[in-house]
């Protein structure tokens, strides 16, 4: 899975941007047709702002969600991403 990282308003560590890439790389366990991935982190004074776009299934899957830690944001985006990906793999499964 291709992954693009990028993050506005500040300079993400090593850490964040590695921890990202991992949290996004588990969703390739669900959907071998998950093809690529976009992290897009946003800082704009005390809110963090996290949006995740993969593309899986021939769709491009968005989720986005705001808070004040990225390390507890990005996750809960993840399990969206993971329910919809469960929730068209189902479709295709049973259509196809």
């Not at 291709?2 to 366990?29: D, G, P, W, Y």
């Not at 963090?48 to 593309?55: A, F, M, W």
Request: net charge positive; glycine share 4%.
């Amino acid at each position: 899975m291709k992954i693009t990282f990028s993050a506005r308003h500040f300079e993400a560590t090593e850490k964040l941007k590695e921890f990202a890439k991992n949290e996004v790389l588990q969703l390739k366990k669900i959907a071998d047709a998950a093809s690529s991935g976009e992290i897009i982190l946003d800082e704009s004074k005390s809110q963090k702002i996290v949006d995740i776009r993969v593309t899986a299934f021939g769709k491009v899957l968005v989720s986005k969600m705001d808070g004040t830690d990225f390390y507890k944001i990005i996750p809960k985006v993840v399990a969206k991403l993971e329910t919809q990906i469960r929730s068209i793999k189902s479709k295709v499964t049973t259509r196809g």
